[in-house]
């Protein structure tokens, strides 16, 4: 190959440009062969023909161009058994146009496919007609594979190559569109699949054969599904599949059900049998509301309710449990922002003492009166309260406000007795709050009486941490709070925390007292624990009181302290504060 084709191109473009050439010659040709690009310089003959005149080392590789190709020559003889019929339009067109162009196109090269983009600019004369084009060739192979490996990466879990969220979520839309496009006679549905103890796996092997285990499950549920579903890897230990186009729930259910089978299955981990099983949560949009977040969202809280139900099992969706769900969700966030702003009060019921029919003191009990709802039962926002860290702030703010009240009402009644208000505190709270630190406070705040004030916890409370329940027991004690065992008798071992728990007062659950009659079951058991408490000392209420019949059934066990609605309901602090003054007298009418 001779310097003349490139070197005359080389010298004319520059001319044309105006340049000035330098005292020394460039060598364009070796230039042009160093250059990390091929480069191509075409000439056409007719319409049709296109000559090759300058190919350098790289488009030569590229092309696999025959060492016997004599330039000069055909373009068509500078490549084997490769069609690039593409590129040859596209020199024509720059002929034709007298535009630049860029392109991107491919070749095959046996098993390989390599990706190349070109640039091609034409050469004009003085007369204004393109004479040559120059053809730029860059090889994109590997950044293409960089590329797509990247995109891979993105839309697939790393550790089993299954799809991730975002590409399920990308297919499930598609699925979704195709129901909406039948007009709603085909549905899709997606299973949630949690494996169930899987953080024992890791704990017990290790996390590299937990990772082991994960591969292995893939491969086991993609055995359980159809050609046509999709199975992706949603987090950890949770896995999701998309059932496009079923007619019925039944497909469905089918596949769950070869899932739990399957699991019935040992798996082998180094060389360990083990067993464990799934819970499945499934949404479809015969259901759910057609949105794919919404079928997500609608088989990952079925999944939750499968866990619930005692796992390794298979819930659906239902419309009515989620809204009561998300309902329920809603109260909490109302519920915080009602104890930061101090919307709740606390009702205060009269512990009756029967033999004289005395005001004893006062059990406090937290209502909620909500702006939009109205009256929200304890039996709704305890429960969530329990569940988050709400009881932490709302069992403070009780302690507080009962502290409070207790200074209040004992410099109302200045000479008289003094009344005690019992006030409850969560086990939950006793488990994550300092409660002899948060009483302390309380007490030392507005100078009250711990005398005054009694601690009410319920046996549920022991259970969970007896250690530790003892111990805050002990200091509240010998600060002088008394403390009471609310619900009495319901647990496995009442009797036994007597023994081993500093409690002054027993509080005997309602349960004993609803169908009390004289010489039952009921009526000896309680005959037994009055029997019992008085013994060791502790005084006794009686809850749930409703009747006169309770009432003489109580007080002829010797149970002298009760209360119920046939004293009293809870009072707001207006009318507990009426009865305390004596404005009120107290007389059962």
């Known amino acids: 190959m001779t310097d003349t084709g490139p070197s005359k191109i080389s010298s004319m473009s520059l001319a044309n440009k105006g340049m000035v050439y330098p005292s020394r010659i460039v060598n364009t040709s070796a230039v042009i062969e160093k250059l990390p690009i091929g480069v191509l310089v075409c000439s056409q003959k007719d319409d049709r ?216 299955l040992p798996y082998d981990l180094d060389g360990n049998e083990v067993f464990t099983s799934v819970s499945i949560g499934i949404a479809t949009t015969f259901d759910s509301p057609i949105h794919p ?103 403070r703010w009780a302690l507080d406000k009962v502290c409070s009240q207790i200074k209040e009402w004992d410099d109302l009644r200045g000479n008289k007795d003094s009344l005690s208000v019992n006030v409850n505190v969560s086990g939950i709270q006793f488990a994550r709050d300092n409660i002899y630190e948060a009483v302390t406070v309380a007490l030392d705040r507005y100078k009250t009486n711990p005398e005054l004030l009694t601690v009410e916890l319920t046996e549920s409370a022991i259970i969970n941490n007896p250690a530790q329940i003892a111990h805050t027991l002990d200091n509240l004690r010998q600060k002088g709070v008394k403390v009471a065992l609310d619900d009495f008798g319901t647990g496995y071992s009442s009797l036994n925390y007597l023994h081993q728990f500093p409690i002054d007062c027993i509080k005997i659950d309602r349960s004993f007292i609803d169908d009390l009659e004289h010489g039952s079951q009921k009526y000896e058991i309680l005959n037994l624990i009055a029997k019992f408490g008085h013994k060791m000392g502790l005084y006794l209420v009686a809850e749930g009181l409703e009747t006169q019949v309770h009432v003489d059934l109580v007080h002829e066990l010797n149970v002298t302290n009760a209360q119920g609605y046939f004293y009293s309901k809870p009072l707001n602090i207006e009318a507990a504060t009426q009865l305390v003054k004596g404005d009120i007298p107290w007389t059962k009418s």
């Open 293 to 395: 977040e919404d079928l997500i969202r609608d088989a990952d809280y079925a999944m939750h309710a499968a866990k619930e139900s005692g796992k390794a099992c298979s819930k659906h969706h239902v419309r009515t449990t989620f809204d009561n769900s998300r309902s329920r969700f809603h109260l909490e966030t109302e519920l915080r922002r009602a104890v930061e702003r101090d919307e709740l009060e606390l009702h205060y019921q009269p512990i009756i003492n029967m033999k004289d029919n005395s005001l004893k003191g006062f059990e406090a009990l937290a209502r909620w009166n909500h702006k939009e709802r109205g009256f929200v039962s304890p039996a709704e926002f305890i429960p969530i309260a329990e569940e988050t860290s709400i009881i932490v702030d709302l069992g």
């Open 49 to 264: 023909t296109l000559d090759a005149l300058f190919m350098n080392d790289f488009a030569r590789d590229l092309f696999h161009t025959p060492e016997n190709a004599k330039l000069p020559c055909p373009l068509e003889l500078t490549w084997q058994d490769q069609d690039h019929q593409l590129l040859q339009d596209q020199i024509k067109d720059v002929f034709h146009t007298k535009l630049e162009h860029s392109i991107d196109w491919s070749i095959s090269q046996g098993s390989i496919e390599r990706h190349l983009s070109s640039n091609l600019f034409p050469l004009i004369d003085h007369n204004g007609s393109v004479y040559q084009v120059v053809c730029t060739l860059e090889d994109q192979t590997a950044e293409k594979l960089a590329e797509r490996n990247l995109l891979h990466h993105a839309f697939h879990d790393s550790l089993t190559g299954l799809p991730n969220r975002v590409l399920f979520r990308s297919k499930l839309e598609e699925a979704v569109s195709d129901c909406i496009r039948s007009s709603n006679t085909l549905a899709c549905a997606v299973l949630i699949v949690n494996i169930d103890r899987f953080q024992q796996i890791n704990e017990t092997f290790g996390h590299s054969a937990g990772d082991r285990f994960l591969v292995s499950m893939a491969a086991t549920l993609r055995r359980c599904i159809r050609a046509s579903d999709i199975l992706a890897r949603l987090s950890g230990d949770e896995f999701a599949i998309l059932v496009p186009n079923c007619v019925d729930i039944q497909e469905v259910n089918m596949i769950a059900s070869r899932i739990h089978t399957a699991m019935k």
